[in-house]
C-alpha cells in the first residue's frame, strides 16, 4: 500500500529553522503534485507549499519567502526546508500525494515557542 511517512518536526524557537521531509513508498512518485498541508489546533486543514510533477512550487502568503518545498525524485523524498518560524506556525504538518483525495501521511508536529 502507498506511505507517506513524515519527520523532522521538532519545538523551535521563534526565528528558528527545521526541515521537514516526506518519504513517500509509491510507485511513479515523479508524477504526482506533492504538497505540505498544516492543521493548528482549532482551525482548518491548509495547503502551504506545493510542488507539482513539473516541478512548479507554490506557497501560500503566510509563508512566502521563509519556506522553500522541494523535491528529490530519485529518493521519492519531498522536503520543506522552514525558515523564520513563528508560533503561527504551530501545527501538524501533513505530506500529501495527488490532491486532497490522493493520499496522506499520519504527520509531524511543529511547535515553534520560547
Known amino acids: 500500500q502507498v506511505q507517506l511517512v513524515e519527520s523532522g518536526g521538532g519545538l523551535v524557537q521563534p526565528g528558528g529553522s527545521l526541515t521537514l521531509s516526506c518519504a513517500a513508498s509509491i510507485q511513479f512518485f515523479k508524477n504526482y503534485n506533492v504538497a505540505w498541508y498544516r492543521q493548528a489546533s482549532g482551525k482548518q486543514r491548509e495547503s502551504v507549499a506545493e510542488?507539482?510533477?513539473?516541478?512548479?512550487?507554490n506557497y501560500s502568503n503566510s509563508v512566502k519567502g521563509r519556506f522553500t518545498i522541494s523535491r528529490d525524485n530519485a529518493k521519492n523524498t519531498v522536503y520543506l526546508q522552514m525558515n523564520n518560524l513563528q508560533p503561527d506556525d504551530t501545527a501538524a504538518y501533513l505530506c500529501?500525494?495527488?490532491?486532497?483525495?490522493?493520499?496522506w501521511g499520519r504527520g509531524t508536529q511543529v511547535t515553534v515557542s520560547s
Open positions: 510542488v507539482t510533477n513539473k516541478n512548479i512550487t
Open positions: 500529501n500525494a495527488g490532491g486532497p483525495l490522493g493520499y
